[in-house]
């Protein structure tokens, strides 16, 4: 079992930045692939950015690609996604997510363990 806890969220205007944090309990962190996922009011949760277990391979949404950032921190246990130029249509509660085996798995959303959430608001 992993738990899950992520942190970071907030209200935010537009062009802002924020970091939020997913920090790891339970069974090896080092050994999951790590994935970002939001869920806007009204849709369905969305694939936004994945790490895999060595940080040594990204991927991201379009809609992330040049303005967000995964990275982690093995020896802390947490993955961290780095937010810039944050626009309104960013507002989302935004989930981080852990899988074991293939990579591919990440942007699929087949994720073996959840977090509970962070919401972020951005002002416009």
């Known amino acids: 079992q992993v738990h899950l806890v992520e942190s970071g969220g907030g209200l935010v205007q537009a062009g802002g930045s924020l970091r939020l944090s997913c920090a790891a309990s339970?069974?090896?962190?080092?050994?999951?692939?790590m994935g970002w996922f939001r869920q806007a009011p009204g849709k369905e949760r969305d694939f936004v950015a994945a790490i895999n277990w060595t940080g040594g391979m990204t991927d991201y949404a379009d809609s992330a690609k040049g303005r967000f950032t995964i990275f982690r921190d093995n020896a802390k246990n947490t993955v961290y996604l780095q937010m810039n130029s944050l626009k309104p249509e960013d507002t989302a509660v935004y989930y981080c997510?852990?899988?074991?085996?293939?990579?591919?798995?990440?942007?699929?959303?087949?994720?073996?363990?959840w977090g509970e959430g962070t919401r972020v608001t951005v002002s416009s």
């Open positions: 339970g069974r090896t962190f080092s050994g999951y692939h």
């Open positions: 997510a852990a899988a074991d085996g293939s990579f591919g798995r990440v942007a699929l959303g087949a994720m073996d363990y």
